[in-house]
Every structure is written in C-alpha cells, then in structure tokens.
T-cell receptor, first 110, second 119 residues
C-alpha cells in the first residue's frame, strides 16, 4: 500500500539553527500537508501544498511540493524553543484518505 | 480551539468492554475522519465519512465501527477492547471529501483527541 517515509526520525538542534525534514514515497500524490503535534494535543496544520513544484511559506516555515509529486520537504529557519514537537507530513492521492508519515521529533537546545 | 470537538478527553476501561467516542466536526465541514495514534507512533487512518456516508476505510479492526449522523457528528465504537487498543483517537474534519483540488477545501482540522486506556 501507499507509504510515506519521513526523515529524520528525530533531531536535536541548537536554538537559532535551521531545520530540514522531508517525506518521500513511491506513490504520486496531489496534496501534501505538514502538521505539528505538541504532546497530548491534536496535530495543527502548518502548510498545505496543492501543486507540483509549489513553494509556500508560513512565517519561519517553508515547504515545497516535489516536482515528481512523490515527495515534499519542510524547512524551519532560526529555530526557537517552541518549535519543539512532532512534525508530520500527510498526503492524499484523491483516494479519500490521507496517509501520514511516521513523524520527525524535533528537540531544540537553548 | 480548532472547532472540532471530541469527547470524552480521557477514558479508562477494562478489557472486553465497549466504548463510544464522539466527534463534532467544525462548522461547515461535511467530512469526518478517524485516526488512531498509539504511544510514540504515527497516525493510522481508520475510516472516513462524508455527509453521512462511509467514504473510505483504512486499517480499522472488525471490532471497531463508526457512523456519521444527520447532524454530521460522528461516533467511533470500540468493542471487545484489548490492551493494545490503548491509544489516542483523533477525529478530523474537512469541508469536502478528498479528490477536490480547490485550496483549503480538503485540509484536515483535528480535534484534541480522546485518550483511551484499557486495563
């Protein structure tokens, strides 16, 4: 079945550093979403991407929909302590169900 | 507040029991999704309803069932509970079922989740 490979699985970074994470698949998708989840909370949408090649920013966050439609990446610039959490990618191919990546656990060292 | 309401927030029960989780979607959203998140795991898609009809099924066990009512709220029923069913159960809603490319129409908005503990 369809699967999203998200990497890295976890990362520790220093405050102020930039962060990159990505999701890849062997399947083609027509929507990519990036979410952040704080402990014990529901995921919150960060960025939505709808077209291959699309590059979208939301404050310090930037995400791109891969040109092959099989991948997406998320960058966080100048990380701050509140960026701590789990970041999930999600993708839909029009099959009426979103699948989620396994998550990237981000920890920021002050 | 995301606008998606889930109750109860916490639930502790015993093996073999049955529970019902409830979800009210965001105002204007017609589609409801259920996801299961076990400890330190990703989100596993269970089932989706759109305007009262089942639209897609994921890895949902036969012991689990769901429905969406005319007022669009949804319930997830979990029966013959096992220890391994302990997890966070999330409901999400969207304006439409997926397959529509108009921006914003098919993003998922999540509730705060229901934490189920089976002892």
């Amino acid at each position: 079945g369809q699967q999203l490979n998200q990497s890295p699985q976890s990362m520790f970074i220093q405050e102020g550093e930039d962060v990159s994470m990505n999701c890849t698949s062997s399947s083609i998708f027509n929507t990519w979403l990036w979410y952040k989840q704080d402990p014990g909370e529901g995921p919150v949408l960060l960025i939505a991407l709808y077209k291959a090649g699309e590059l979208t920013s939301n404050g310090r966050l930037t995400a791109q929909f891969g040109i092959t439609r099989k991948d997406s990446f998320l960058n966080i610039s100048a990380s701050i302590p509140s960026d701590v959490g789990i970041y999930f990618c999600a993708a839909d191919s029009g099959t009426y169900k979103y699948i989620f990546g396994t998550g990237t656990r981000l920890k920021v060292l002050a | 507040d995301s606008g998606v309401t889930q109750t109860p927030k916490h639930l502790i029960t015993a093996t073999g029991q049955r529970v019902t989780l409830r979800c009210s979607p965001r105002s204007g959203d017609l589609s409801v999704y259920w996801y299961q998140q076990s400890l330190d795991q990703g989100l596993q898609f269970l089932i989706q309803y759109y305007n009262g009809e089942e639209r897609a099924k994921g890895n949902i066990l036969e012991r689990f069932s769901a429905q969406q009512f005319p007022d669009l709220h949804s319930e997830l029923n979990l029966s013959s509970l096992e220890l391994g069913d302990s997890a966070l159960y999330f409901c999400a809603s969207s304006m439409r079922g997926t397959g529509f490319l108009s921006s914003g129409a098919n993003v998922l908005t999540f509730g705060a989740g229901s934490r189920l503990t089976v002892l």
